[in-house]
């Protein structure tokens, strides 16, 4: 899975973000991969067994733990 | 600054409203369990809520045809408070989006292709997804009316036919619920299918005359969705009855029991067909509003050249968000609930109502002056 | 660019048709009929499929398929599929499945923990009848009738025809679920058996109704009671009611029939009542000499409203003497006043096994066919 990931990762830098830098708009294709970042990292650690936590998941276990949530079933 | 221009009708955003109501047809596994009999109350319930909860939403719009949200927040909150709440709507947006794209990938695999992995069936919707939020919302929306008409058919024909399997007795007692499931069973249906309608604030200067009759657009397209939502939670209380709670996908089950003078029966793969189209829709424009959304916080000038990068976070994402599904269905009746109704209708209020303190001092200042 | 797309909708169109998986028919063994048998063991569960095959050596002299059937055990459904999957050659494949037969030994054990596998699985459906088989459930799979060779679909047919009750057709795995999960409503199930007749032809017939309670059979209703229950739950429209006394016998065909159950809870008494109204048309009289024209009818409607007093009665009292509410008074109840459920919900079963009942029925002969009055009548008159 990580090859796969890889290749269309590299698909997504050939297509999106070498043209910023090809029209020397360096400061969006920073940006935009940042943005690819944010993608890639989670990913290849999901794809490397490594257990990541999304920030919405994060509150659940907040809100859980202070007790502001609905009761849950059953 | 993003430069929308005025690309689609009223009527558009009228049915694209529908639809993406309509999308959430499998999300009411989510409180049915909880509001059991009752959830055809709660339905009606969460509409009367929301069309209260809604008016800053459509005041917003009326006071700025020509400015998104995220531009909004900037003149409300100014340049540094404008950036941090319109990142939590960024990360709203980004997980509402990760998670329905992670919906229609276990519906897929439970129902129509068994075998195949999910990274197989999300890489192409996803790939799709990107295509058309690179090719502009007209694109994005221009089947909204189809899809809805090809649904609301489907989903008449269906009440239809499956009508000689109904019990109507299953919705006896009436309320037979302690108040606080009643009230959680509203909630979750206010904020599931109702309140994600946030989404068009992003969208609405893309809209020719907008500041005419949007109150009206919003209402009726929302409307529309919501009588969907409602006959698909009837339908499936007066067939299942008890048994509703047990099923991931409840009104699968009944159009599988669906049989026409033995000779049509199998009719689920309609349903099938009717929620790959709406949830294609609906995760298209999510997709197309999360990608918009990412270019107006980090001011990158064209949005086109950030969609696959958008489509691969969203892709990515919906498989971390949530690991365990119990741990999903948890948060959605629990924690999502309170989280979306703070976002979906509170932080507009908020901004509505700073906007109109502003004007007042505004104008109170000029006057003095 | 063009070609480039050209290229794109041809490549997707060769490897996007989603036959990676494909099985030929030929490679399926089509699953006809589910049993499940008590095994030697007492957690144990013997499985046994009714397998249409569709290969060609395997048709009888008629031209009609031949089914085959497959049996092994395990500790649960999963268990014994997977261990058929190794003596098959061919992929099971359970979509076609047409009835669940449960062998009257596993049916005393117990089922409910089976219903899981049913509920579970994408390709099992809700609508698939689920029956009691009185000897064992291979017994009833292996049987060829005359008029059907696959014993699956003479079953299903039996239980969808105008002959069979009405309700029967509407007991399938989702009502017997449904019914299973109710605090107070048991759930039924018909009974069928093999038996050769005088012809030594091989038959299945429906000779009762099995009563479960929580998840067990505990006992069963005779045809006669069966009737009773008919009337109660859901009579057929076009089947003939049979009345007969020393003096004649007549048959009634049922025009309409309209049946409702009410409970009500009233200074400590768990009150049940049962409200009929039908409709009747002579379909045949003999007998009855010393009746004529004029007194026939309420003759024969006395005579009716003995036999389905007599058989409602029977019917009601078995379920009370088994301690189990297959008509769904308590869920009456319920439905009418959750507040006087709360009070008898705790020792339902004892009070529901007390309680007084109440028959109200309203029955009607309309018609008598094509002849007025009775044929001795005429005779006499000449």
Same mark, same amino acid.
């Given at each position: 899975m990580i090859f796969y990931a890889s290749v269309i990762f590299l698909l997504i830098i050939l297509v999106e973000i070498v043209p910023f830098f090809k029209e020397k708009n360096k400061k969006d294709g920073i940006k935009a991969s940042i943005v690819l970042l944010f993608a890639m990292i989670p990913a290849y650690l999901f794809f490397s067994n490594i257990k990541v936590y999304s920030p919405m998941y994060l509150m659940y276990e907040l809100f859980m733990w202070l007790g502001w949530h609905y009761p849950a079933l059953g | 600054m993003l430069k929308q221009s005025r690309t689609i009708s009223k009527m558009q955003m009228l049915f694209s409203i529908a639809c993406f109501i309509q999308a959430? *047809?499998?999300?009411t596994s989510f409180f049915t369990p909880v509001g059991g009999s009752s959830s055809w109350l709660a339905v009606i319930s969460s509409y009367l809520v929301f069309a209260v909860f809604t008016i800053p939403l459509i005041m917003l719009i009326k006071n700025?045809? +020509?400015?998104n949200l995220f531009q909004i927040n900037a003149i409300v909150f100014g340049k540094v408070g404008g950036k941090i709440v319109s990142a939590i709507y960024l990360i709203f947006f980004w997980t509402l989006s990760s998670l329905n794209t992670k919906d229609i990938g276990v519906f897929l695999q439970q129902t =129509? *292709?068994?075998?195949?992995?999910t990274y197989v069936t999300i890489f192409f919707l996803m790939f799709l997804c990107a295509w058309a939020t690179r090719k502009g919302l007209s694109v994005v929306t221009r089947y909204a009316s189809f899809f809805f008409g090809v649904s609301m058919i489907i989903m008449i024909f269906s009440f239809i036919f499956s009508y000689n399997l109904m +019990?109507?007795?299953?919705? &006896?007692? $009436?309320?037979? $619920?302690?108040p606080i499931r009643f009230i959680q069973t509203t909630n979750v249906s206010l904020n599931i299918?109702?309140?994600? $309608?946030?989404?068009f604030l992003m969208i609405h200067?893309? =809209?020719?005359?907008?500041?005419?009759n949007s109150g009206k657009v919003v209402y009726i397209g929302s409307f529309m969705g919501m009588l969907n939502i409602l006959l698909v939670v009837i339908h499936d209380t007066a067939i299942? %009855?008890? #048994? %509703?709670?047990?099923?991931?996908?409840p009104t699968f089950e009944t159009l599988r029991m669906i049989s026409i003078?033995? /000779? &049509?029966?199998? /009719?689920e793969i309609l349903f099938a067909i009717m929620l790959m189209l709406l949830l294609f829709f609906k995760i298209s424009f999510m997709v197309y509003v999360t990608t918009i959304s990412i270019a107006e916080i980090l001011e990158i000038k064209d949005y086109r050249r950030i969609a696959f990068i958008t489509a691969a976070l969203v892709y990515i994402s919906s498989y971390i968000q949530f690991n365990d599904s119990y741990i999903h269905a948890e948060f959605g009746i629990t924690v999502a609930p309170l989280i979306w109704t703070f976002i979906e209708f509170f932080l507009p209020f908020l901004t509505l109502m700073i906007f109109i303190v502003k004007q007042k001092y505004k104008k109170g200042s000029e006057q003095t002056a | 660019m063009k070609i480039f797309r050209v290229i794109l909708i041809f490549t997707m169109a060769l490897f996007l #048709?989603?036959?990676?998986?494909s099985k030929e028919v030929g490679d399926l063994a089509i699953v006809t009929g589910m049993g499940i048998d008590a095994g030697a063991e007492k957690d144990e569960i013997k499985l046994v499929l009714q397998v249409g095959d *569709?290969?060609? %050596?395997?048709? +009888?002299s008629q031209g009609e398929t031949e089914p085959i059937i497959l049996d092994s055990t395990g500790v649960n459904i999963q268990a014994a599929i997977e261990s058929l999957k190794i003596q098959s050659t061919r992929s099971l494949y359970f979509?076609? !499945?047409q009835v669940i037969l449960i062998g009257e030994e596993q049916a005393r054990r117990g089922i409910a923990c089976f219903l899981d596998w049913f509920v579970r !699985?994408? !390709?099992?459906? *809700?609508?698939v009848p689920l029956i009691v088989a009185k000897q064992d459930a291979k017994a009833v799979l292996q049987t060829k009738t005359t008029q059907n060779n696959i014993s699956a679909f003479a079953v299903k047919s039996m239980l969808d025809n105008? =002959? #069979?009750?009405?309700f029967y057709s509407k007991i399938n795995l989702l009502s017997f679920l449904s019914t299973h999960i109710n605090k107070t409503t048991c759930p039924i199930a018909p009974i069928v058996v093999s038996k050769i007749d005088s012809d030594k032809n091989t038959i299945l017939e429906i000779e009762g109704t099995a009563i479960f309670k929580e998840g067990k059979m505990i006992g069963e209703l005779g045809i006669h009671q069966t009737e009773g229950l008919m009337w109660i739950l859901g009579q057929s429209p076009k089947r003939n009611i049979i009345v007969k006394n020393d003096d004649g016998n007549a048959a009634l065909a049922i025009v309409s029939s309209q049946s409702s159950i009410s409970s009500d809870y009233i200074d400590g008494e768990f009150i049940n009542e049962v409200n009929i109204k039908a409709t009747f048309r002579i379909s045949e009289l003999a007998g009855?000499?010393?009746?004529?024209s004029d007194n026939i009818i309420p003759f024969i409607n006395d005579l009716l409203k003995d036999d389905m007093y007599t058989k409602i009665g029977s019917a009601i009292q078995s379920s009370k003497n088994y301690k189990? +509410? $297959?008509?769904g008074f308590g869920s009456a109840l319920y439905k009418k006043s959750p507040e006087k459920f709360e009070q008898i919900v705790e020792n339902f079963d004892e009070i529901y096994s007390k309680s007084p009942y109440r028959i109200n029925l309203e029955v009607e002969v309309l018609d008598t066919g094509k002849? !007025?009055?009775?044929?001795t009548d005429h005779q006499n008159k000449g």
């Open positions: - | 959430s *047809m499998l999300l700025f045809p +020509d400015k =129509v *292709m068994t075998k195949t992995p +019990d109507f007795s299953y919705f &006896l007692p $009436i309320l037979d $619920i302690e299918p109702l309140g994600e $309608i946030i989404f200067p893309e =809209v020719r005359d907008i500041n005419k299942l %009855g008890e #048994a %509703g709670k047990l099923f991931t996908i003078g033995d /000779v &049509l029966s199998r /009719v | #048709a989603g036959c990676w998986d *569709m290969s060609k %050596g395997q048709k +009888d979509s076609h !499945n !699985n994408e !390709n099992t459906r *809700m609508e105008d =002959v #069979a009750p009405s009855f000499k010393d009746k004529h189990s +509410d $297959i008509f002849i !007025n009055g009775i044929l």
